[in-house]
């Protein structure tokens, strides 16, 4: 759920719950997203080398009680290039990030709203191992609303996507999604991620972006955003050299149904 695509779904979600706020919900929900993009930035940083990536996932709410759990699911290049890297050759596997979590959103007094879980992030038939690390990690998350505007707090549990001795990370996401009008929603958003026990790999990322959902084309969600990092040289890099955090555009396609 922090991926542009999934946020291109969660603006689609969030009209079209606006268009239709009148409508009683099911107790159960589930819905299927699926997308691509041209280039998949988690937190700023190229998970797949600035190449594009095929994205999907399924939600479960229970509406009465706010629960809810989920999966989502990309094609990755990171791991692969790590080992290659390390290795000085090929071998690296690790194509794919596996997303699964749950948790409970609701209401507050005040008009404020709350979202608390838990996000495994597993990379299945990945070798990092081979470079005595281990890429899956798990995080805890909260997050407060109110109106357009959030504030989400991320906490590693485990070493953060196998940087050694860096349980407890940290990630602070500032951000707002505004209807601007005909069905186009802005996105701002600012982070910071402290990697523990390696400051060389903490840094702020940034995006502006917009999305529009075209009922004509399917309920099709088109974006496009402008991302970046202040990521140091050679702390996200490519097998090439290339600054993995540096600004780039970001297209997006999603369906939601």
Known sequence: MKKLILAAAIAASFSAGLAHAEDAKPDN????NIGAVNDYRFRGISQTRFDP???GGADYTNNPTGLYAGTWLSNI???KDAVDSAHTGTGGKGPVEWDIYGGKRGELPGGFTYDVGGLYYYYPT???SQIGRNANTFELYGQIGYG???FKYSHALTNLFGTV???NSAYY???ANFDVGAGVTLGLHLGHQTVEHFSFGSYTDWKIGATKTFEQLAGVTLGLAYVGTDAKDGAYVSPSGKNLGR???VFSVAKTF
Not at 29 to 32: G, L, N, T
Request: glycine share 8%; hydrophobic share 30%; charged share 20%.
């Open 29 to 32: 929900e589930i819905s299927y």
């Open 53 to 55: 990536a095929i994205q």
């Open 77 to 79: 290049k990171w791991i």
């Open 126 to 128: 990945n070798n990092y």
């Open 148 to 150: 357009p505007a959030y």
């Open 165 to 167: 001795d860096s349980k």
């Open 173 to 175: 996401d500032a951000g």
């Open 247 to 249: 600004n780039g555009v």
